[in-house]
């Protein structure tokens, strides 16, 4: 009598790991052109960032570019989200820190504290910013809501430390948020000037006690219910623990500023 066969088991697939590895490769390429696109605009704007270019630079076709991203445009708006995803990396690499103004002492710690010797993405993210505001730039929209997002994360850091009663009630949030990053920005315009002799670690540990000194509220001050004009025995830096307790709770993240 014949014996039944036993069923074939079918033999495995590679399909998923063929897929899998192109969009390994994919992501690769579309890394390297966007470092590469960082590269060029730094050194010569956007106005001197081609397409065919970012592909000879990033070591492939000068058509691959335009495969990826479309556009001209298009490459610009990823390059700004890949310079602020570049900026969130290195705020996660850093010691957590608590909501408030620890979390901001942080940031401008990072900010200012970069390993960069030629500040690659600072100084193609300035030229992003300054070359959106031209009318036809086809970036004003991406980069007014990415500087919108930036402002967004300092405010909220701004709010936990009141909600946390170590910055005075008084301030204002988004106007002390839209100051900080002012003042970020503008250093590094004068550092990124020829022969600039600026020391960004002095620079840092001013602008952090100034603004400690400016936002704290002073050690035995009674809670405040609610807000009030400054005096000058509530404007001195508070006596604060050290910076690397706790976590941020809220998962949100900052830009590449």
Known sequence: MTQPREPRTPAPTSAPRKSTMRSERRALAERRLLDAAREIVAAKGCVGMTLEKVGEVAGYSRGLAAHHFGS????????????????????????????????????????????DSQWTNTRALLLLMAESLIDDSGMGDEIAEYNA?????????????????????????NVVAALIMGALRGVMLQKLNRDSKLDLKKVSRQMIDLLVRSLA?????????????????????????????????????????
């Not at 290195?90 to 401008?108: K, N, Q, S, T, V």
């Not at 997002?149 to 949030?173: K, L, M, N, W």
């Open 217 to 257: 509220v002073a050690p035995g001050t009674a809670p405040q219910a609610a807000a009030r004009p400054a005096t000058p025995s509530r404007t001195r830096a508070s006596a604060r623990t050290g910076g690397n307790a706790g976590t941020s709770g809220t998962g949100r993240k900052g830009g590449a500023g």
């Open 149 to 173: 997002r930036v402002v967004r994360y300092v405010e909220h850091h701004v709010r936990a430390g009141i909600a946390a009663g170590e910055i005075r009630r008084d301030v204002q949030p």
């Open 72 to 115: 001209k445009g298009g490459l610009l708006i990823a390059l700004a989200h890949h310079l602020d995803d570049t900026f969130k990396a290195l705020i996660h690499a850093g010691p957590p820190r608590r909501d408030g103004l620890d979390a901001l002492e942080g940031f401008i710690t990072t900010y200012l504290g970069r390993k």
